[in-house]
């Protein structure tokens, strides 16, 4: 799945007309409110080893199929992992919230006025086929992503009025407004494509020939919606700088697809691949602790904290239906969902309920609006729901014994207000057209879940339905809005800004393929991501997404599910890895590293002693 400035970041002395800037004015990084850990001086990452050794391979799990190298255009499900051929600008630092330091870019320097930024290009950047990186193909590369790339980046690069060429290796990006906090953030996590390749090859049709990228691996063998391997490219021209040092240790990065969980769940303890993070509940509470290779210590399970906001997993409704724009009836079928008996019962009560798009983190509106609050929303009195004001988002409880009848009773009240009668056991609208809804799934192991929440629908009268498609349908089926409920998730940043608005805003509601399948169009909304982007300070930045956060919840575009604050991982224990675990991120990829004496003992069918 691609997820910020002011000051006490250097800025830089950039005239309007793209002359040079003072070379004191360049910084190694950047972030959204000024505060860098990371010196110009520092070596690498604290939460990495250096000494890392490089070597032997990794074997990762795809579920169903791929068919496209090319993860930057709307059409083709691309391979899992393709990024690591790719490199950007600038590579974030997972131990802080949103800072950035140099990698394809050696330096960058913002101008005063904040009304453009400049990165100077490392001469010894390269890609894999040993053409040199130049400012040429960082333009190219902007230019194609809005005119043929994925529509989101036409919003996300909106506020870029001009880029340009200064010389070989510097370039400079002018934007439209001085405004927009994360627009220099998100231009420095550009990845850099190959304008000589793609000058000979479409960009925007699907592919399965691998490109050349600037990134640590290269593509080694593909088999199309099978298989797919990566290998370390051989003297990696950025392998020594302070951002990657320690880091993407693997030789070979194996990634192979299964047709769905279940069958992956059994393969990882076939040594089929070497490591899952486990995303079923039910599946971590009973289905580990028998297995023999984890009571013989060949198969490590831990569970590691997870510092970042959760965000929100959701069934959201296509607001785009007729039938789900009535804010009673969405609160009706948030009622008929009993997440008590589901954790308790499904769940072995590992998880809590979502209140939140940005659950898991202090930017989650979990107490009553302040006064600085109050204040922005002020504008909105009339035209957001009135607990916005007064009241914290609660999901509907129950006590969990599977009996959700007082729920279920006032969600058929709300059904009467909002028009909707029953006739023959179905709940109809004035014409009498019943009330169906199908959600939209991918794969099988979602339906234990949907199952017994369909079952109390139907027993308010609504006649819901599950629909399992194959993931190439169930894209095309979401790029074209063809769907009632679909579950989606979004993962919040430290520092929520323009994504929002192609999570939430109307600009996105009707653009095909784009990461507001809701179809959330509302001019409140829109404000408040506006007053997101434009925040000084984190302070008023907090401010700013509670407010939003109490928007979106009380609007019910969606029936919360859940969230966890941890990663339950398992791996065959061949690896090693830091002392310290990334702050913001899992690290197991780019920071793990295999060890070969230990793989040499799984192999014998004996438990590694831990490495000293």
């Known amino acids: 799945m691609i997820r910020r400035l002011v000051t006490g970041f250097i800025l ?43 070597g032997g391979t990794i074997r990762l799990a795809g579920i169903d199929s791929f068919d496209s190298l090319n993860p930057y255009i709307l059409k083709g499900v691309p391979a899992a992992g393709i990024g690591l051929i790719h490199a950007t600008l600038m590579a974030r630092a997972n131990d802080e919230p949103d800072a950035l330091y140099g990698l394809i870019a050696e330096n960058v320097s913002v101008a005063p006025d904040k009304s453009s930024i400049t990165f100077d290009l490392r001469r010894s950047a390269k890609f894999s086929d040993g053409t040199p990186i130049t400012s040429d193909d960082v333009v190219f590369t902007f230019q194609t992503l809005i005119k043929k790339g994925h529509p989101q980046y036409r919003f996300i690069f909106a506020g870029v009025s001009d880029v340009k060429a200064l010389d070989k290796n510097r370039v400079i990006f002018t934007f439209k407004t001085a405004n927009n906090r994360d627009l220099p953030l998100q231009i420095a996590g550009l990845p850099v494509l190959s304008k000589r390749y793609y000058e000979k090859v479409d960009f925007d049709k699907t592919t399965m020939t691998p490109p050349p990228g600037a990134g640590p691996y290269r593509v080694a063998k593909v088999e199309p919606g099978r298989s797919i391997v990566y290998e370390r490219v051989k003297n990696y021209w950025a392998d020594q700088l302070p951002v990657l040092r320690g880091r993407y240790n693997f030789n070979k990065v194996r990634f192979d697809y299964f047709r769905d969980r279940d069958i992956a769940f059994q393969a990882f303890f076939s040594k089929s691949y070497d490591f899952r993070e486990e995303f079923t509940s039910r599946s971590w509470a009973t289905q580990y602790d028998n297995k023999l290779p984890i009571k013989d210590g060949r198969i490590v399970r831990a569970t590691l904290p997870d510092a970042t906001p959760s965000g929100v997993q959701a069934f959201f409704f296509n607001m785009r239906r007729e039938k789900f724009k009535d804010r009673r009836v969405r609160a009706a079928l948030d009622l008929a969902f009993d997440f008590e008996w589901t954790n308790k019962t499904l769940f072995y009560g590992l998880y809590d309920r979502t209140n939140s798009m ?35 988002y609660q999901s509907p409880k ?40 199908e959600f939209l799934l ?19 009268g609504i006649n819901a339905r599950i629909r399992i498609v194959d993931v190439a349908n169930f ?44 179809g959330i169009k509302n001019p409140a909304v829109d404000y408040l991501i506006d007053k997101v982007i434009k925040a000084k300070s984190r302070k008023n930045l907090v ?8 928007v979106l919840m009380w609007n019910r575009y969606m029936v919360p599910q859940w969230y966890k604050g941890v990663h339950n991982i398992a791996y065959w224990n061949k690896f090693d ?12 990829l780019d920071t793990w590293w295999y060890n070969a004496q230990k793989a040499a003992m799984i192999d014998a069918g004996k438990a590694p002693t831990e490495s000293k």
């Open 12 to 54: 830089a002395t950039i005239l309007t007309s793209g002359a040079q800037a003072n070379d004191a004015s360049k910084s190694h990084g950047l972030s959204a409110f000024g505060d860098l850990k990371y010196s110009r001086d520092f070596k690498h990452f604290d939460y990495v080893n250096p000494d890392a050794p490089k």
């Open 358 to 392: 940005f659950a898991n983190s202090a930017l989650a509106a979990e107490k009553p609006p302040t006064a600085d609050e109050i204040k922005l929303l002020e504008p909105l009195k009339g035209k957001v729901p009135e607990e916005v004001f007064s009241k914290v």
């Open 543 to 550: 401010t700013a997404v509670h407010a939003l956060d109490r």
């Open 442 to 460: 991918f794969e099988s192991s979602f339906q234990r879940i949907i199952s017994p929440y369909v079952r109390n629908l139907k027993r308010i």
């Open 475 to 518: 894209q095309h089926r979401m790029q074209q809005y063809d769907f009632d409920v679909v579950v989606q998730r979004y993962v919040q940043t430290n520092t929520p800004g323009i994504e929002q608005k192609t999570y939430f805003s109307s600009q996105m509601a009707n653009v095909p393929g784009s990461r507001n399948p809701a």
């Open 577 to 588: 890895r830091p002392k310290t675990k990334p702050k913001f991120d899992l690290g197991m």
């Open 398 to 437: 129950t006590d969990g014994s599977g009996r959700n009848r007082s729920n279920l009773r006032k969600a058929a009240r709300l059904l009467r207000k909002a028009g909707w009668k029953i006739a023959n056991n179905e709940l109809v609208d004035k014409s009498g057209k019943p009330l169906t809804i």
